[in-house]
């Protein structure tokens, strides 16, 4: 009979320590314990976003300024519990300078509440509402950070598709360091085609065909446009027309006055055929050179 003898108590310490961690997640439900933060540690203060099953507040972790987004549904409908959890075990997994921080979940019902660190813009505030002077090297700027962020995505395994790239989801401090948020679309279980914000919406979800990460470059591209244009993509353009126009290859207006090294971006990222568009690696290298010329 083989006996396995450990001696080292620091090595007992650790497999007590092991078998009881993997007790825990069990018991959670595979949401790991360590990230797991009482309700009552939380002091939730004003509304800054959010809609449907979720609001966010600004509020305080034990004293440490936070940003604390609550699911309620009066019927908890499991719908809601289920996309709750997927949200929480997608961004619990990512560590990336360009990406909101999670710190921890609040993971009992009737306090289901995710928290994360607190930034004081988002991207859609700082375009129309902040009143300050975006320029091209800030654009510029702000995109490369942002094609960081989604390098770092994109080449996960399996990877992970945004689905949702658009003003509102970034988020910006006051060093004009970007931050991607709101990963609900992301989790791979809620893949159906369709969903996200219309104007953001590549041809080939328009036409409910199969897709992969090429939507978020689409995205991006109606994005990047955006930031230069300052304008909202299709702005007050009926949805119906809006698809007919994607489909017909018809794209939001670049402003005469971008600059060509921006402009070459945009239209490629924004391709009808998404084969043709870049990768967000090779964005990030035309992006480095459009700084130079800039
Ligand atoms: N960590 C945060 N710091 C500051 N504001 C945030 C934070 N997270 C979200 N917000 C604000 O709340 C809004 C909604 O959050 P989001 O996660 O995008 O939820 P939804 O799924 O409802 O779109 C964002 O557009 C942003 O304005
Ligand atoms: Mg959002």
């Known amino acids: 009979m083989l006996v396995l003898q450990i001696k080292d108590p620091a090595e007992i310490e650790r497999l007590i320590k092991e078998n009881s961690d993997l007790k825990r997640q069990i018991a959670g439900g595979g949401a790991s314990s360590s990230y797991q933060i009482p309700y009552e540690d939380l002091e939730v203060q004003d509304q800054i976003g959010g809609g449907g099953f ?93 094609a960081r962020a989604f390098i770092y995505l994109h080449s996960r395994r399996p990877a992970i598709v945004h689905r949702d790239i658009k003003p509102a989801n970034f988020l910006v401090d006051r060093a004009w360091k970007v931050k991607v948020c709101d990963f609900g679309l992301a989790s791979n279980s809620k893949a159906q085609a369709g969903a996200g914000t219309p104007q953001y919406m590549a041809p080939e979800l328009w036409d409910n065909k199969a897709y992969n990460e090429k939507v978020d470059v689409y995205a991006f591209g109606v994005m990047l446009n955006e930031l230069v244009a300052k304008e909202p993509p299709f702005a007050g353009m009926p949805l119906p027309e809006v698809r007919a126009a994607v489909l017909a ?46």
């Open 249 to 294: 290859g018809k794209r939001p207006e670049v402003p005469l006055s971008c600059p060509r090294v921006i402009t070459d971006i945009i239209k490629k990222c924004w391709a009808a055929d998404s084969t043709a568009r870049p990768s967000f690696l090779q964005i990030n290298d035309m992006l480095k050179e459009a700084s130079k010329a800039l």
């Open 54 to 146: 979720s609001l966010v507040y600004r509020g305080f972790w034990k004293g440490t300024p936070v940003a604390i987004k609550k699911w309620f549904d009066p019927n908890h409908s499991e719908q809601m519990v289920q996309e709750f959890r997927e949200e929480v075990m997608t961004l619990a997994e990512l560590r990336h300078p360009h990406v909101m921080q999670f710190l921890g979940a609040c993971m009992k019902p009737p306090h289901l509440a995710m928290v994360t660190e607190h930034m004081p813009f988002s991207l859609h505030h700082v375009l129309y509402q902040a009143g300050v002077e975006l320029d091209r090297k800030k654009v510029v700027g702000l995109a490369q950070d942002i």
